[in-house]
């Protein structure tokens, strides 16, 4: 299994402020990576897709990109509404894996 | 729009069987176009994917969870549902049944429902 390694686990930062969360895949593979937004209590939201796409809706501070092994998310000026937990997911054709998330706090 | 919905028991004993179902609107479980998911998270950790089905029953499961999960779809009443058998309290989480898009993203989440294995 392709296991995906996430880091850092947690990233103090200020509003307006770049921020970058990259996830490591234990091998290359060539599938797609997605990113998440999940907030306390609530169900997950995606936010990238197929590696860099913006699902419809996410504001465009949000961006991805990578290939191979590793791969990130941005962030271009963090907005309080941004103060959430992020994870990545991996796909290929055996499984799906997510990373083990990011918390992002308030610096 | 579309909609999941998760419903079952809030408590189950150990050794016993953890039954869920997800009911849909708005998209149906008999297009090929989506896979249907089981997703979760034990309290104040990361996400799990359990497993899929897709319309015509076939199904892909987590290695790590495999060999006591069945997924299966009901298209007539337009729902999936999820059995982990021999539950112990490592499978106290928050369960997720979710729509896998045509590019294996998961676009539409259920609330999500806790499930707690206790005596």
């Known amino acids: 299994d392709v296991q995906m390694t996430q880091f850092p686990s947690t990233l103090s930062a200020s509003v307006g402020d770049r921020v970058t969360i990259t996830c490591r895949a234990s091998q290359s593979f060539s599938g797609w990576l997605a990113w998440y937004q999940q907030k306390l209590g609530k169900a997950p939201k995606v936010l990238i897709y197929?590696?860099?796409s913006l699902q419809s809706g996410v504001p465009s501070r949000f961006s991805g990109s990578g290939s191979g092994t590793d791969f990130t998310l941005t962030i271009s000026s963090l907005q309080p509404d941004d103060f959430a937990t992020y994870y990545c997911q991996q796909y290929n054709d055996y499984s799906r894996a997510f990373g083990q998330g990011t918390k992002v706090e308030i610096k | 729009q579309v909609q999941l919905q998760e419903s079952g028991p809030g408590l189950v004993k150990p050794s016993e069987t953890l039954s869920l179902t997800c009911t849909v609107s708005g998209t149906s479980v008999s297009s090929g176009l989506y896979y249907w998911s089981w997703i979760r998270q034990p309290p104040g950790k990361g996400l799990e994917w359990i497993g899929y089905v897709y319309y015509n029953g076939d199904t892909k499961y987590s290695p790590s969870l495999k060999s006591r999960v069945t997924i299966s779809v009901d298209t007539s009443k337009n729902l999936f549902s999820l059995k982990l058998t021999s539950v112990t309290a490592a499978d106290t989480a928050v369960y997720y049944c979710a729509r896998e898009a045509a590019v294996y993203y998961f676009d539409y989440w259920g609330q999500g429902t806790l499930v707690t294995v206790s005596s």
């Open positions: 197929k590696t860099s």
